[in-house]
């Protein structure tokens, strides 16, 4: 007699055959449990949207009898995917907008806007992005005259490649406030005369000097607006009716559940979305998990000092979100010494040290975290040296520090001196890495991106992408940690490769480390007895794939809670 019957047969005589009930049983698969021992399981069981069981095939199938059962085909199962650093409700409302990058006329630009308000009757604003007038064949800048007419009753609103321009129809500045007698600092309303009582053809606005002996001249805005005059506008959309957000939202969770995330932080929201979130989660139609990140402002503070933490099975609300400088394309990023490429420049702090502290003092005192966003290397030290000021050593108060972008040798160790959590994005290196060199120069560049140097400073790092800013797939997120190179393969033997992480940290940055980062460890991270059952099915190895078989990975099935969410 073998073995195996002899087992089975124990097996039947002790435990009895299928007496335990369990909602789902997961099998045939390799169950990668991230716990502290790496342990490797080949079937779970799943009740109540938790972990009821791990082990071998014939122990779990043997032992229950399940209302549905899930053969893995041999796949690999891992904890589900969570992003440390993202902007999920940002996220969501782009993709409410109409692409208009690629257009080669302003004719496709009306055409495309026409399309999707088509698509959408439901919309109440519609807004655009991407369009250069530069790639069309006639460059001339676009005015609302066409849209006016498209669009007479909807506001529209289409911004610029770049985001620094926008054009506006006339409902759309009527719902603004703007008009002829508006002013605004940091930017420019483009305007233009007509005659008041004419066929309404429009002046030339340089044939200023005739029109000022007309009888009754008037300034019209051309629908054109520069930077200040249109963040109004976002602001108007990011306010949007609730209907505007929930679609947002829906939309977001959608793409995430396909790409294997099971739960996100969004660095930085507001009350009311935040309330809007809880709504959702308790009516159903939300299910990802969500840690909110408050951002900084006055009323956000007033209303959780007032209402305290949040705590429910899907969402956390224990953190702010402050922003230390800018960012390092643009030379926003606050850098000790000037930008290689730019000698007069530093950046800039985007607040005082006074009011990093007394955030973080506010933060100390309501038993908040803190999360700043620091990219340049005099950010990170003024940041750290507040946190520190204010944690006083090591402590369980997992303050973190957004990006750590570029953090000098020295200033590393702050980060274990005061258990700060570097929350970093792996995308970021191999999608900056073409010009980071010309910003920060042969020396500095060291100082930057250095996930595995920060790693080693406290032994854990927050994984994140920053999406939208960076795409959404957290497995490129793990082939930027390991491989050190962008989706297409740039740059070849990976960007500066001695920071590259193990395979096993990237897991885990993607996992138990962004559970930890949220203080959800007990329940979400890892797959163990008791703890949720969230987890991502991905058709490779991800610990021994080789590059290539990795660029092929894909994830083939979503699960949270025991449920199945996405499936390819
Ligand atoms: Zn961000």
């Not at 039947?12 to 335990?20: F, Q, S, V």
């Not at 940041?383 to 990006?403: F, M, P």
């Not at 250095?450 to 490129?476: K, N, S």
């Amino acid at each position: 007699m073998n073995k195996t019957p002899l087992a089975l047969l124990f097996l039947l005589t002790a435990c009895g055959y299928r007496d335990r009930e369990a909602d789902l049983v997961v099998h045939n698969a390799v169950i990668h449990s991230m716990d502290e021992m790496g342990t490797v399981h080949q079937a779970m069981a799943i009740k109540d949207g938790r972990i009821l069981e791990l082990g071998p095939e014939h122990q779990i199938r043997n032992r229950y009898s399940t209302k549905e059962t899930f053969d893995a085909g041999g796949q690999h199962v891992y904890p589900g995917f969570i992003d440390g650093h993202c902007h999920f409700l940002g996220y969501g409302l782009n993709k409410q907008k109409v692409d208009l990058s690629g257009t080669t006329s302003w004719a496709e630009v009306l055409e495309r806007t026409k399309a999707f308000a088509e698509a959408h009757p439901e919309k109440t604003w519609i807004m655009g992005r991407g369009w250069d007038q530069n790639d069309w064949t006639v460059k001339d800048m676009p005015d609302r005259d066409e849209l006016d007419q498209l669009f007479p009753d909807k506001p529209v609103l289409l911004q610029r490649v770049d985001g620094h321009m926008a054009v506006a129809n006339a409902v759309a500045l009527r719902h603004a406030g703007i008009n002829s007698g508006s002013k605004v600092s940091g930017g420019q309303i483009v305007g233009r005369f007509t005659t008041p009582d004419g066929d309404g053809s429009w002046m030339d606005p340089n044939a200023l000097k005739e029109v000022i002996h007309m009888r009754y001249p008037m300034w019209e805005p051309t629908g054109l607006l520069v930077d200040n005059a249109f963040n109004v506008f976002q602001a108007i959309f990011d306010e949007a009716d609730d209907a505007t957000k929930r679609e947002g939202l829906l939309t977001a969770q959608r793409d995430c559940f396909a790409a294997g995330l099971t739960g996100v932080h969004d660095a930085g929201l507001d009350t009311g979305t935040i309330a809007l979130i809880q709504r959702m989660h308790e009516a159903g139609e939300l299910k990802i998990r969500v840690y909110a990140m408050v951002s900084d402002a006055p009323e956000n503070l007033a209303h959780f000092a007032k209402r305290g933490a949040i705590q429910t099975d899907r969402l956390t609300v224990r953190s702010v979100k402050v922003y230390g400088d800018g960012a390092l394309g643009s030379r926003g990023a606050c850098l000790k010494e000037p930008y290689s490429d730019q000698p007069d420049s530093h950046g800039a702090l985007l607040a005082s040290r006074d009011h990093f502290m007394e955030v973080a003092r506010w933060c100390d005192a309501h038993g908040f975290q803190m999360n700043t966003h620091c990219i340049g290397d005099s950010a990170n030290k003024v940041l750290l040296d507040v946190y520190g000021e204010v944690l006083g050593g090591t402590n369980d108060k997992r303050w973190r520090i957004e990006h750590a972008q570029v953090v000098s040798a020295p200033d590393r160790a702050l980060f274990a001196r005061y258990s700060i959590i570097p929350s970093v994005q792996p995308t970021h290196a191999t999608s900056d890495g073409p010009w980071a060199l010309d910003r920060l120069g042969p020396d500095r560049i060291n100082d930057a991106y250095a996930y595995e140097e920060l790693r080693h400073t406290l032994g854990l790092l927050a994984l994140g992408t920053d999406f939208p800013v960076e795409g959404i797939d957290p497995l490129q997120t793990f082939r930027s940690a390991v491989l050190r190179q962008s989706a297409d393969g740039w740059p070849e033997g990976g960007y500066h490769p001695e920071n590259a992480l193990t395979r096993t940290d990237a897991l885990r940055g993607m996992t138990i480390w962004n559970a930890i980062a949220s203080f959800s460890e007990k329940e979400l991270g890892s797959l163990e007895k008791a703890k949720r059952a969230d987890f991502t099915v991905v058709n490779s190895d991800l610990e021994k794939a080789s590059p290539e078989q990795l660029r092929l990975a894909k994830v083939t099935s979503t699960w949270l809670n025991g449920e199945r969410v996405f499936k390819q």
